[in-house]
């Protein structure tokens, strides 16, 4: 493990938010050769909190993929797809529970908690997009994606805004 | 006593005879005949080589695109950098040349005495281009695995037998159908002249990608116990799509349609994988797939949106796919795949009526994809759809 995922994992941060979006990037950016070995992640990606903001409200985190990294983290105050090619959308526990089963196997999902798993049927999590071929992005990077989200196993998330 | 058995002594087995002697014959007569262009060329230059003179108008730019250099951008040198450079990146509308000379060459004053390869027939642009294409070929080259050591094999645990057999068989289904994904494209790639290199390349990285495809799962069958049972119906279908009277039909039977329909496989797949090395297998498998799927989507909308007479372009769309998509159902319906599919999802073959409700959710979802990409093309099928929007299971009790 490099330097800088080291540090990395010192870090503490809440979810949902989007510093914790942001450690996701960053974890991704500070391991380059896993990104070249996976190859292209070309797509904007909006990860939705379906209840995650005051009084039960969604909040929706942008992350734009170029080549080999993930080049911005935004938080977007509507679940509306804008530039994104689609979004993730789940609830508040389905997250929870996804990121501590993950960090329960030491960066990797068991059977029941992949993104795919928890999406396909479109519950617990929904893959929603305008327009199928944007929406086959989420398939054509999957393994980045699956392991853009695996990387929470690597610091520490407090939950709660 | 017999001769002891000496290698001197062995006969040869009688074996076919693998040469077509009349196939010979031809090509010999061809080359005959054709005698006076290449051997003209071959004269010239023996000749020149024995004057021990040089030509060196190879050293001439006049009617090239001599000078102007690529730039690389950010992720090396693509296609769409050196398309960029003027001469080269145009692609005719419709292709004239038959035979290997490179798009952008200095070809022109040698078209007379080159041969004309007549396997090269789609020379429509808007027969195979898709606006997307060559974004998946730099995709495809950087997405690729290997199916020897990226999966972690040695983590792969035996089921209990009837899942064991449902993923095996699961993989036979799949390791049967995945190559027609590499004929398909391999019967058209040589079909292709050269001006449209671009596609060209993407199906190249299809035709890997499917190899990969039979093997991963041609691997996870042998590793768990065996191949199971290969269908009449899963044939039916391959032979529909390989025997497509045009590359666009065959592109939507199988791009759109079949791989389409294998991606919700490969997706469900993930889903009810019973092993890491399953989910991470139906994972690798399913991004691959998705480009076809794209590919498939775009390259039909391109030919739609560019037909010359769009109504009857569609027409002839809506009667292919009346035959394709009832082919397509023939698999579809196997008891070789919906089977060991709800064996799987419902978790057991006790369970199984358990999947079969859950096969019916999905079937509508994976149907209601199919007609969603069909829009996208702007080929809108929902009307005239010929399989069923919902799995008709059990409805004649
Ligand atoms: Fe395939
Ligand atoms: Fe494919």
Redesign the pocket.
Known sequence: MSAAVEVMKAATVSFPSQAWFQQLADQMNANRARQEQLGYVDCVAQFTVLDGGPGGAPLAYRVTFEEFSAIAVDEVPTRELGVADFALEGDYATWKEMIENIVDGHGRPDLEHSLNRLSHMGTPMKLVSTDPVQADCYFRFNQSLQEFVNACARFTTVFGR | MNEPIRVENLQPLDQPYLMDEAQLADYEASYRNDYHAWAQVLGENVERIRRGSYSLHWLNTDGGNWGKRAKPSSRGLTYTDINRVRGYGDIPQRADWFNFAPRGSIREPYRDRMPVVTDYVVTNRDELWADNVITLYEEAKARQWNATKDIPWHELEALPEDLEKATCQLCTFLTEV?FV?GDFPAKWLYRTPQDFLEVKSFLAT?LM??AR?QEVFRKRAIAGGGLLHASPGFEWALKAILDAPSHTMGTFL??LLG?GL?LSVFRSGEMIAKTQVDKEIFRRCLQ??A???SYGVLELKNYLATHPQREQGIEEMHRFADVGEQVILTAFTEAALIEPVAVLLGGGLKHIDKGMEGLAHMWRMFIDEYLQRCASAGFDRRARCTIPLDLPWGVAK
């Open positions: 995945e994904a299809q990608d499917e495809h199988l791009n791989e294998v691959d797939e480009r076809h799927v």
